[in-house]
């Protein structure tokens, strides 16, 4: 029995959502983060679509070994052979053509006849295999397409020479007995199907892309394809973690199932809702806040009784750490890096001399620092913006009177100071930045607070989004002190604008 591939597209379809864009060192770490948790292929992107996308690819193909890289591309020689360049050097690179094959689609998108599309997929498949072996074919919203005309179209895929056939549910329409049955429609009646594998990547438009991909699984597909948390263009994509853990909690339905280190499935989660600006909603399956919280007196009673009455599955089974370690001013560095470790972070010396001065900082502002302290100190090491550092700050607000805000920044050793009014102390300290910084245009899109942990002394992350003429991008700010957590959060988003 063959076990069940996760391919992973955070990177490429997840970032597709708007307000997840992400630079380069951050899809790097996220690289890094699904190769420990094992996925079997990353999409790292449409190598073709920018220059910025093209240099992600290759560097995270280079980077990452324990798993085949991919890169999407249209059914044209120059998308084809940007992927090849951007993969050519990764451990199993993977060439990801796709073309759609639904009437509405061929029609109003395409311009395109069912035979041309034929045609154009028999050539261009053949094409991608003059430069690697591993080819997948995508049917673009193949679950509207006529069963005949997609098994042709599937049949001269794999006579070019592609080695995995997905079946897209590009806009969420299917249902899972009907995605089962696609799957087992295709693989009875395409002829060599036993000589590739078929793959499902589902929408969550209608909330069934997990229920959707387990059904193809149950029609023989084997693999699958989905994002951290789900995130993606529309209501997203195939969550990995709880397709997943469904697989893990039904091993009775799913005997064949994936290679993930689920213990690691959490904080890599946090790791991307840390990147793209996000928190998840407190009852998200696997990783919310409420998801392995009992308040109901009954659900209490069973769960001190047996946690099997009303879990099933464990928190550390995905990697939440019940046990709390406190530290506090007097822990050493090898008590720290002991937490951390135990937490399942591995993080290079420098990155860990960083994260320990900054541990040691928060210590004098708070009595007693938790393990989401150190988790989150961990996921915003790179927070601070490259460019312009936040030297001061001096705010002046109540309710009669105008906020002032006098900030005072450095860049390369030379110190910046403006004073701004503004509507609070938050809209004066931005004012303040940007009469320094001098940004492009841009509208505050979204501002956020989020409490890190208990007590009135808990560490603040702020999370903002700013959108310009160029699209939206997100920054993050941390401190016990909420509106410098604010300035660095304004900070980090107007360096990622820069």
């Known amino acids: 029995m063959r076990r069940i591939k996760i391919f992973d597209t955070t990177l490429r379809d997840g970032e597709q959502s708007p307000g997840c864009t992400m630079n380069l060192q951050e899809k790097i770490e996220i690289a890094k983060a699904l190769e420990k948790l094992k996925v079997d292929v990353i999409e790292a992107g ?6 910025g996308d093209f240099e992600s690819v290759k560097t995270i193909a280079e980077t990452v070994r324990d798993c085949s890289v991919a890169s999407l591309a249209r059914l044209t020689e120059k998308d084809i052979d940007a992927a090849y360049e951007a993969v050519k050097g990764g451990a199993d690179p993977r060439i990801h053509v796709f073309i759609a094959t639904s009437p509405v689609h061929m029609e109003y998108k395409l311009k395109m006849s069912p035979e041309q599309v034929l045609e154009k997929t028999r050539a261009a498949v053949a094409y991608a295999k003059k430069y690697c072996s591993n080819i997948e074919f995508s049917a673009e919203d193949a679950t509207r397409s006529d069963p005949e005309f997609l098994a042709k179209v599937v049949s001269a895929a794999i006579q070019s020479g592609a080695t995995v056939i997905n079946v897209p549910d590009t806009v969420g329409y299917t249902t899972p007995q009907e995605m089962q049955e696609r ?35 149950r029609g023989g597909a084997l693999q699958i394809e989905c994002t951290v948390n789900g995130i993606g263009e529309r209501a997203g994509n195939t969550s990995l973690e709880e397709v997943v853990m469904a697989m893990h909690t039904r091993p009775d339905l799913y005997p064949n199932m994936p290679r993930i280190e689920t213990k690691r499935i959490y904080k890599t989660s946090k790791m991307v809702y840390h990147t793209i600006g996000q928190t998840p909603s407190p009852n998200k399956p696997i990783v919310g806040e409420n998801a392995f919280a009992h308040e109901s007196g009954i659900h209490q009673h069973g769960v001190l009784a047996n946690k099997n009455t009303y879990e099933i599955m464990t928190p550390e089974s995905v990697g939440i750490q019940e046990k709390q370690l406190v530290l506090g001013k007097h822990s050493g560095k090898h008590a720290f890096e002991a937490r951390l470790s135990e937490l399942g ?4 010396p420098d990155e860990l001399a960083e994260c320990f001065v900054r541990f040691k900082d928060l210590c004098d502002k708070k009595k007693m620092v938790n393990d ?8 915003n090491k790179a927070v601070t913006s490259s460019k312009y550092t936040l030297d001061r700050f001096d705010v002046h607000a109540g309710n009669v009177t105008t906020a002032t805000c006098t900030i005072r920044l450095k860049k390369d050793g030379e110190v910046l100071e403006e004073v701004s009014l503004g509507d609070g102390p938050i809209d004066a300290a931005y004012n303040a930045i940007d009469k320094i910084i001098l940004p492009p245009a841009h509208t505050l899109d979204k501002y956020s607070i989020n409490a890190v942990s208990e007590g009135k002394d808990t560490l603040g992350e702020v999370i903002v989004k700013l959108k310009s003429e160029s699209g939206v991008v997100n920054g993050r700010g941390l401190s016990t002190d909420i509106i410098e957590a604010s300035i660095l959060a304004y900070l980090n988003a107007v360096d990622k604008l820069l």
Do not use: K, Q, T, W
């Open 345 to 348: 972070y591995d993080l290079s």
């Open 183 to 217: 799957i087992a429609y295709l693989i009875a009646n395409v002829e060599n199907s036993d000589r590739v594998e078929f793959s499902v990547h589902c929408h969550n438009d209608l909330g069934m892309a997990v229920a959707n991909s387990l059904g193809g699984v």
């Open 46 to 51: 449409f190598a073709i679509s920018s220059p």
């Open 372 to 379: 989401r302290d150190v988790e989150a100190l961990v996921h």
